[in-house]
C-alpha cells in the first residue's frame, strides 16, 4: 500500500464515521421535521440525543475535504469547480441546519421555536440530499480533470444523482430511527420506543428497495461503477444487504443495541463498496490515485498529521460519546 | 522571492462575485471565530474563580457565558464550513497547483478545530454530569484546540503573503517542502498579530455587553464582575497587540514592501520618509495628511535615513489599491490606541480608588469598544488581503489566475448575501433572548 493509499484509506474511513454519525443527526432533523403536531416527545429526544455531539460529527466532513485538498488536490479542485451548485447549496444547508438547531434549543419561545425547528428540518433534508448527488456525479464519472469543466447541470442532475441523494436521506433517516429507539429505551418512555422501532423498520425497508432499485439505474447510468460494484465490490455490496436485512430482524426483535452495529455496518458497506467498485480511480476514466496523489513530502507529512490526529481525536470522541450517553448526576 | 508569474488568467466575466463572496464569508466568519479562540479563556476563569473563592457571581458568569459561546460556537462551526467548499468552489486553480503546499496547515487545523468542537460538547454537556475539578480540565482543551487552530489556518494565510516550500518550473510545482510552507516568514507575525486580535475582540466585546447592563443597571455584580474580567483581558493584552502590529509592519518593510508602501501611500521610493497620519492617497500623491518627518524611515528600519520603497518600483498592474489599504490601516491603528487608551483610564482609576472611572463618559467609550475592536481586527484584514492584490499567492499566482472558470457566479453571492443576513439577525435574535432569560443577579444562571 502506498501512502496516498493509506491516506485515502483514512480519508474514508472519516467520511464513513461522518456518514454514520454526521448522517444520523441529519436523519434527527428528518424525524424532527415529520413528526407533526404532537411530536413533542419525539422532538425533545432529538434536540437531547444530537446536542452535544453534532458539532463533533461535523467536523469529519470539514476533515475529508482539507485532507482531499492536501493530498489529491486536482481532484477537489474539479469536483468543486464542476460541482459548485450542490456543494453551495450543502454548504447553506449546513449553515441552516446547525445554526435552526442551536437557535431552537437556545429559546423558549414555542412559535420561534416551531419556526427554527422547521429551518433545522428541512436543512437537514437538503443537505444529505445534495451530498448523495454529489457523489453520484462523481461516481457516475461526470466529473472531468481540470476548472469547470464538467457540465454545471448534468453532473449533478441525473439520474445516479438523484439515486445517490435519496439514498444519502433514506439511509440518514435509517440510522437515526434505530439509534433513537436504543435512546429512546433508555429513557423509559415505551411509546416512543415503539414510535422509532417503527421508523426504523420503515426507513430500512425503504433503503433496500431503492437500493435495489439502485443497481437497474447504475447499470445504464454508470456503467463502470455497475461493474465495479457486481465484480470487485460484490462481496462488500453482499455485506451491505445482509447487514440491512440483519438488523430489520433485530429491530423486529427488539434487539436495539446489536441492530445499531448492523445498521451502521449496512449504511457504512455501501460507502466502501463504492470505493472498491471505483478503485483505483478517482476521478472515473481520467485520474488515478497515483496520478492525482501529490508530493511525496506532503503525503508524508499529511500521513503523520492525520496518525497523531486519530490518536488525539477517537478517544476524545469516545469520551464524548460516553458522557452524552450518562444521565445527569 | 524571484518567482515570475506564468499563469494565464481564466476566462471569469464575474470575477468581482467571487472575490465578493470569498470577503463576505471570511469577513463574517472571522467575528464569530474571534470568540471561539479567546471567550473560552474567559468561561474558564469565571468558572476557576467561582470554583476558588469568587462566589456565586461567578458561577452565574461562567454559566451565562457558556450559554452564549455555546450558540457562538455552533454558527461559527458552520460558517467556517463554506469557507473550505469556498476555496475549491472560488479558486479552483490556486487548490489545483498549490494545494500541496498549503493543504497541510489546513488539515492539522482540522485536527485542532476537532479537539475544540470535541470539548466544548463536553464542556458544555458535562457541566452537571463531570466533578467541578474535571469540568474545568475539560475546558483547557477547548482552548488549546481553538489557539493551535487559529495558528495553523493562519499560517495557511501567511504562506500567501510569503509563499515558500516550494520551486516553480514552467507552471509546475516541485521540491514541496510543507513544513516550510507552514512555517514560512510571514508566520510568527501573522499569527501572533491575529491571535491577540481574537483575544481582544472577546476581551472588549464581552465587556462592552456588560458595559450596557451596568448602564441600565449600575448595581448589578454580575455586570461589573463579568466587566471588569472581559475588559481586563482586552486591555491587557492592548500594548502587546502594539508591540507585534509594529514588528508586522517592520516586517513588510523588508519582506512586502509594496504592501507597506500602500499602507503609507508612498509613491516614490523615498530616504527619509515622512510617517504620513490620517490624509488621503490618491492620483499618485498623498494629501492632507500629518506627516512626522523621518517617521516612516524610523519605524520601518529604526533609521531615520533608510530608503523606504515605494509603489512605483513595481508596474501599475502589480499595485495594490492604496486609498482602501491607507485608510483601513490608519482606522485599526486608531482604534489600537484608542483601546490602549482606555485600559490606561481604567487601570489610572483603578489604582486610585478601586473602582471605574466616575464619568459615563467611561463606560460609553466601553461599550463603543466592543465593535471598535472587531472593525480595527477587520480593518486589519483588509490590510493585509488588499496589500495583497493583485496576488492571490504573492508575486506567483494573480487573482484572476486562480479563479473559477464556473459561470453564474453572481447568483451564489447574492444567495449568500441573503442568508448571512438571515444568519446574522439569527444571532442577534436568540443571543438577546437567551441572555434576556438568564436572571442578571443572584443563583447560577442557566
Known amino acids: ?329 | 522571492m524571484d518567482h515570475v508569474a506564468i499563469f494565464s488568467a481564466v476566462d471569469q466575466p464575474d470575477l468581482w462575485a467571487a472575490r465578493a463572496q470569498m470577503a463576505m464569508s471570511l469577513a463574517w466568519h472571522i467575528v464569530i471565530a474571534c470568540f471561539g479562540v479567546g471567550f473560552p479563556t474567559l468561561v474558564l476563569i469565571a468558572e476557576y474563580r467561582s470554583q476558588h473563592g469568587g462566589g456565586a457571581v461567578y458561577d452565574a458568569l461562567a454559566h451565562r457565558w457558556a450559554k452564549v459561546l455555546g450558540v457562538l460556537f455552533a454558527v461559527g462551526a458552520v460558517s467556517g464550513t463554506i469557507l473550505s467548499f469556498e476555496m475549491g468552489i472560488l479558486w479552483p486553480r490556486l487548490m489545483a497547483t498549490f494545494g500541496s503546499v498549503l493543504g497541510l496547515p489546513f488539515a492539522i487545523e482540522g485536527i485542532a478545530f476537532f479537539i475544540e468542537a470535541i470539548f466544548i460538547g463536553i464542556y458544555l454537556y458535562g457541566w452537571d454530569r463531570l466533578s467541578p475539578r474535571v469540568h474545568l480540565l475539560t475546558g483547557l482543551p477547548i482552548v488549546v484546540g481553538g489557539v493551535a487552530s487559529a495558528w495553523f489556518v493562519v499560517t495557511a494565510n501567511a504562506w500567501l503573503n510569503q509563499p515558500v516550500g516550494f520551486t516553480l518550473t514552467n507552471g509546475v510545482v516541485t521540491g514541496v517542502d510543507p513544513w516550510a510552507a507552514i512555517l514560512n516568514p510571514a508566520t510568527p507575525v501573522e499569527t501572533t498579530h491575529m491571535i491577540l486580535a481574537a483575544f481582544m475582540v472577546s476581551g472588549f466585546g464581552v465587556a462592552a455587553a456588560h458595559a450596557w447592563g451596568l448602564r441600565r443597571n449600575p448595581a448589578s455584580q454580575l455586570h461589573r464582575t463579568g466587566f471588569l474580567v472581559a475588559f481586563a483581558m482586552g486591555a491587557i493584552l492592548a500594548p502587546a497587540q502594539i508591540v507585534v502590529g509594529d514588528a508586522a509592519a517592520q516586517f513588510l518593510a523588508t519582506n512586502q514592501p509594496i504592501k507597506l508602501a500602500a499602507i503609507e501611500g508612498l509613491y516614490h521610493s523615498t530616504r527619509n520618509a515622512p510617517l504620513s497620519i490620517g490624509g488621503i492617497p490618491v492620483d499618485g500623491s498623498m494629501h492632507f495628511a500629518l506627516q512626522i518627518p523621518d517617521g516612516l524611515s524610523l519605524l520601518a528600519f529604526r533609521d531615520p535615513n533608510a530608503l523606504v520603497i515605494g509603489l512605483d518600483t513595481v508596474p501599475a498592474a502589480d499595485q495594490p489599491p492604496v486609498l482602501p489599504v491607507h485608510l483601513a490601516f490608519q482606522v485599526m491603528v486608531a482604534i489600537g490606541f484608542g483601546l490602549l487608551g482606555l485600559g490606561a483610564w481604567l487601570a489610572w482609576a483603578w489604582r486610585r480608588r478601586r473602582d471605574l472611572p466616575r464619568s459615563r463618559w467611561f463606560l460609553r467609550a466601553a461599550i463603543a469598544a466592543g465593535p471598535g475592536a472587531v472593525v480595527a481586527m477587520e480593518a486589519g484584514w483588509v490590510v493585509t488581503e488588499l496589500g495583497r492584490q493583485p496576488w492571490i499567492v504573492y508575486r506567483v499566482m494573480r487573482v484572476e489566475d486562480a479563479v473559477t472558470a464556473a459561470r453564474g457566479l453572481p447568483i451564489g453571492f447574492f444567495t449568500l448575501v441573503a442568508v448571512y443576513l438571515l444568519l446574522t439577525a439569527g444571532t442577534v435574535l436568540v443571543l438577546r433572548r437567551t441572555l434576556a432569560a438568564i436572571p442578571e443577579d443572584g443563583g447560577p444562571g442557566a
Open chain 1, 1 to 329: 500500500m502506498t501512502t496516498a493509499d493509506a491516506i485515502l484509506v483514512l480519508t474514508w474511513a472519516g467520511l464513513t464515521a461522518y456518514a454514520l454519525f454526521g448522517g444520523a443527526d441529519f436523519g434527527a432533523g428528518f424525524w424532527d421535521l415529520t413528526a407533526g403536531r404532537r411530536g413533542d416527545a419525539v422532538r425533545g429526544l432529538v434536540e437531547e440525543t444530537i446536542g452535544p455531539v453534532w458539532e463533533a460529527n461535523h467536523v469529519w466532513l470539514i476533515f475529508a475535504i482539507v485532507v482531499v485538498w492536501t493530498a489529491f488536490p486536482r481532484v477537489f479542485a474539479a469536483v468543486a469547480s464542476t460541482l459548485y451548485i450542490p456543494l453551495t447549496l450543502v454548504a447553506i444547508g449546513i449553515i441552516l441546519r446547525g445554526s435552526g438547531f442551536a437557535f431552537r434549543k437556545s429559546v423558549t419561545d414555542s412559535d420561534l421555536r416551531r419556526r427554527f425547528g422547521v429551518v433545522f428540518g428541512l436543512s437537514s433534508i437538503v443537505t444529505p440530499f445534495f451530498l448523495g448527488a454529489i457523489a453520484g456525479g462523481v461516481a457516475s464519472g461526470r466529473v472531468p480533470l481540470g476548472n469547470a469543466e464538467g457540465d454545471p447541470i448534468g453532473s449533478w442532475l441525473n439520474p445516479t444523482s438523484i439515486l445517490g441523494g435519496v439514498l444519502a436521506v433514506g439511509s440518514c433517516a435509517y440510522l437515526a430511527a434505530v439509534y433513537l429507539t436504543a435512546d429512546a429505551r433508555r429513557t423509559g418512555n415505551g411509546a416512543l420506543v415503539d414510535a422509532f422501532r417503527r421508523r426504523a423498520l420503515a426507513s430500512g425497508s425503504a433503503v433496500g428497495v431503492v437500493a435495489l432499485a439502485g443497481i437497474a439505474v447504475l447499470r445504464t447510468d454508470a456503467p463502470t461503477l455497475f461493474v465495479g460494484l457486481t465484480g470487485p465490490a460484490l462481496p462488500v455490496v453482499i455485506l451491505s444487504a445482509a447487514a440491512g436485512v440483519a438488523s430489520l430482524g433485530l429491530l423486529a426483535g427488539r434487539r436495539f443495541t446489536p441492530a445499531r452495529a448492523t445498521a451502521g455496518l449496512a449504511v457504512g458497506a455501501i460507502l466502501w463498496g463504492w470505493a472498491v467498485a471505483q478503485y483505483p480511480y478517482l476521478l472515473v476514466g481520467s485520474l488515478t490515485i497515483d496520478g492525482a496523489a501529490g508530493p511525496p513530502a506532503t503525503l508524508d507529512a499529511l500521513l503523520i498529521s492525520l496518525v497523531i490526529g486519530a490518536i488525539l481525536v477517537v478517544p476524545s470522541m469516545v469520551a464524548l460519546f460516553m458522557l452524552s450517553q450518562r444521565v445527569r448526576a
